[in-house]
């Protein structure tokens, strides 16, 4: 199989669903679905969101492969990665799941990692100059509210992202 150049079907952001999580760190695959889906005309594959908690998020992606008829190679999660830095982002296929939970539970459920990541950072970034930052854990930002400037560096990564789909 050739995962160098991907033929996505289906695109599935992670997230959160209830109010208190949007706009959080956490949600940022959620943000990613809503960003292509006002944005993205040139691709044809199906854009969704999940509608279950993040560590849940299995059975909707098996769910969502069968309703669509796709393969797990075909398949694109778009989540948060807080291994990464803010402003980067990695595209991986057939990796483990790093600690992210979701990605854990959709590897348990559909019982393969061969599947393609979209892995956004959401790592806070020190401000130039400054001596290096201690390492935050994630449960220290991921549910935190997304500031204003940060929501600006996402933007800028979801378009060159977007340039690459």
Partial sequence: MDTSKPNFE???GLGNPDKKYENTYHNVGHLF???LSSHM???????????????????????????YGAKP????????D??????DYKFSF????????????IQAVLKTKNFWRLRIGIRPISPIGLIKLKRLKAGKFV?????AADKKILGEIFKQIDSKL
């Avoid at 190679?73 to 948060?80: C, G, K, Q, R, T």
């Avoid at 057939?94 to 539970?105: F, L, V, Y």
Wanted: charged residues 25%; glycine residues 10%.
């Fill in 10 to 12: 289906l695109i599935i």
């Fill in 33 to 35: 679905a809503d960003y």
């Fill in 41 to 67: 005309s040139h691709v044809t594959c199906h854009m969704l969101k999940s509608d279950v908690y993040m560590n849940e998020s299995g059975a909707f992606v098996k769910k969502m492969l069968k309703k």
């Fill in 73 to 80: 190679e075909e398949l694109l999660i778009a989540h948060d």
């Fill in 82 to 87: 807080s291994d990464i830095t803010l402003g």
């Fill in 94 to 105: 057939g990796r483990g799941a790093a600690g992210h939970h979701g990605i854990e539970n």
């Fill in 143 to 147: 549910l935190k509210k997304i500031t």
